[in-house]
């Protein structure tokens, strides 16, 4: 699993925002498909977002659809996630990951849908409370 490091958790009030970051370490990762998933205590891992190379196609889980934007900063060499209204259930460790393009020419989707990671950094707690 390529190694990449995510930063920019925090506390957020309901309606707040935040933006996460997803870093690489020691490659580009605009050569690479991108995801976003998150962990919420006492659930499984589920995909949020994911991204094709360059500026290909994305996909969203359902309930983050009109809220959350996952874009590239090609100079940076990162991976955000812009969360907007956000909700007490998108409280979780959120997580990136980077995987080889080639297997989502036909479709972003499983990156988010099916893709088993088995090599997680720490995360970044996001935590949506008043």
């Known amino acids: 699993q390529l190694p990449v490091v995510e930063s920019g958790g925090g506390l957020a009030q309901p309606g707040g925002s935040l933006t996460l970051s997803c870093a690489a370490s020691g490659f580009t990762l605009d050569y690479y498909a991108v995801g976003w998933f998150r962990q919420a205590p006492g659930k499984e891992r589920e995909g949020v977002s994911c991204?094709?190379?360059?500026?290909?196609?994305?996909y969203y889980e359902d309930s983050v659809k009109g809220r959350f934007t996952i874009s590239r900063d090609t100079a940076k060499n990162l991976v955000y996630l812009h969360m907007n209204s956000l909700k007490p259930e998108d409280t979780a460790v959120y997580y990136c990951?980077?995987?080889?393009?080639?297997?989502?020419?036909?479709?972003?989707?499983?990156?988010?849908?099916?893709?088993?990671?088995?090599?997680w950094g720490q995360g970044t707690q996001v935590t949506v409370s008043s």
């Open positions: 990951a980077a995987d080889w393009d080639f297997k989502y020419i036909a479709s972003i989707k499983p990156m988010c849908t099916q893709w088993a990671g088995t090599s």
């Open positions: 991204i094709r190379n360059g500026n290909g196609s994305t």
